[in-house]
């Protein structure tokens, strides 16, 4: 399982961007695919996470302005990210958890808030 993470970008704040999570090889063993964040000088976070039967669990900390999808065709997972404020700026990452609870990380992608 590799996970190709793509869309961060600069956004002035109360903007919004569209990250996305392209999984390849056998998705089949998946069982849960997030997003994490992590800012310079602080622990990585959870923000989202999207498990089988599409049960979808928010940090509070974005509940209400970032939504969480998956479009299985394409094996994709997305986050889309309203609202955003200068405290979002991180770097962005997902994440697949297989059902041996083997974690598989993408490369993380920058995410800028500022004006």
């Known amino acids: 399982v590799q996970l190709q993470a793509s869309g961060g970008g600069l956004v002035q704040p109360g903007g919004s961007l569209r990250l996305s999570c392209a999984v390849s090889?056998?998705?089949?063993?998946?069982?849960?695919m997030g997003w994490y964040r992590q800012a310079p000088g602080k622990e990585r976070e959870l923000l989202a996470s999207v498990a089988r039967g599409d049960r979808i669990n928010y940090a509070d900390s974005v509940k209400g302005r970032f939504t969480i999808s998956r479009d299985n065709a394409k094996k994709t997972v997305y986050l889309q990210m309203n609202s955003l404020k200068p405290e979002d700026t991180a770097i962005y990452y997902c994440?697949?958890?297989?059902?041996?609870?083997?974690?598989?990380w993408g490369q993380g992608t920058q995410v800028t808030v500022s004006s």
């Open positions: 090889g056998s998705d089949l063993s998946i069982t849960v």
């Open positions: 994440n697949a958890l297989d059902y041996l609870s083997q974690s598989y």
